[in-house]
């Protein structure tokens, strides 16, 4: 088990990576005022071990699972319920699941009362190399995703490979995306990556959960609140990712962030930024996890909703590609070049498919 410190000018939180991490950490909250937030998933799954960790009558939200309830109006029923559990200033918010629940309890608990204190124990591979560090949190709105949120430091994570083994192969991938999102800009990360045997092996995992908390904790201490790029990096496959995701569904976040890996190195390569050997690595991992990349229709309207990516200067799309091992870069793209690029990208996907 290993202890990752976090220190920012808002807070500092201490990250619990490893086995054994959740017996260790959880309960030493059961005596204070919680409140916990999860989904119907993870309930049906840990609900003894919630109620025995935490106390029989310890007051809890159950959301249902799944993107739609990181709303606005499931953070007024979190609120709503906070406020009838009597819950005080000194309580702590406990969220207990993947990236929609971390988010939304986490968003709840910046606003309850001016802000209480708030522990995340991530539940999925995703949540818990990436988006339960950091301080991130958020609701969609008006099918904008993340548009409503704060930057709020959870005083603990607890991540603990114990929750990855009820997880279905689907969550497995997704959390890989985010992995190699890390690779690409870890040269550590990405050795460990290029020369693992099988990136779904649970030792394997274990070990690599910890490197991307590291790297992240590392970049957000630099730039908390996303002020001078350091913190865009991690941004990398999300602005084509995200626009895809809102747009056609149906596959998880992570597959997404896979996918629009694929499409953006495609850019990175077109204009000489990622190249050879590097390239045809990062590809390869990509189809390694998603073993076919999907080709999609009515593009160019896909992507206008990149036009409203929070991290766009005027005008231009931002996309982060990686460049040398273990570095990225930013290319700036006008709308419409942006679409041909992707379009092309598609293009020479289909003509492969035809092919084999």
């Not at 005022?33 to 007051?59: H, M, Q």
């Not at 739609?68 to 029923?77: C, D, G, V």
């Not at 941004?235 to 996918?259: M, Q």
């Not at 766009?312 to 793209?333: F, H, M, R, T, Y």
């Amino acid at each position: 088990m290993t202890d990752i410190e976090l220190k920012t000018q808002s807070g500092d939180s201490v990250i619990h990576c490893g086995e054994g991490a959740f017996s260790a950490y959880a309960h030493g909250h059961a005596s204070r005022g919680v409140f916990i937030v999860t989904d119907a998933n993870v309930f049906s799954l840990y609900s003894d071990l919630i109620r025995k960790t935490f106390g029989e009558k310890a007051p809890i939200k159950i959301l249902p699972a799944g993107e739609t309830s990181k709303s606005t109006r499931y953070l007024l029923e979190i609120i709503q319920a906070m406020l009838e559990a009597d819950m005080k200033r000194g309580c702590t918010v406990i969220a207990i699941g993947g990236g929609v629940v971390g988010d939304i309890a986490g968003l709840a608990a910046s606003l309850y009362m001016r802000g209480v204190n708030l522990v995340q124990i991530p539940t999925t591979l995703l949540s818990q190399v990436d988006s339960s560090v950091g301080g991130k949190t958020a609701v969609d709105f008006k099918n904008v995703k993340n548009l409503i949120g704060t930057f709020y430091q959870p005083v603990e994570v607890i991540a603990d490979p114990l929750f990855l083994e009820t997880l279905p192969p689907r969550e497995i991938r997704c959390g890989l995306g985010e992995i190699i999102k890390y690779g690409a800009l870890n040269a550590e990360i990405y050795s460990k990556l290029k020369n693992a045997e099988d990136l779904t092996n649970p030792h394997f995992l274990a070990d690599v959960i910890t490197d991307c908390i590291r790297h992240k904790a590392e970049v957000v201490a630099r730039d908390e609140h996303d002020l001078n790029g350091i913190r865009k990096t991690l941004n990398l496959g999300h602005t084509t990712g995200h626009a895809l995701e809102l747009y056609y569904g149906r596959k998880s976040h992570g597959e997404f962030v896979l996918i629009g890996m694929y499409y953006e190195l495609y850019i990175a390569h077109s204009y000489g930024v990622c190249k050879g050997n590097y390239y045809e690595n990062l590809i390869s991992l990509i189809t390694r996890v998603l073993k076919k990349i999907p080709v999609y229709e009515d593009m160019e309207k896909a992507l206008t909703n990149a036009v409203h990516d929070k991290k766009n200067p005027d005008g231009k799309i931002s996309v982060i590609v990686p460049g040398i091992e273990g570095k990225s870069a930013e290319i700036l793209l006008d709308f419409n070049e942006y679409v041909s690029l992707l379009t092309e990208c598609g293009n020479v996907l289909k003509e492969a498919y035809g092919k084999s």
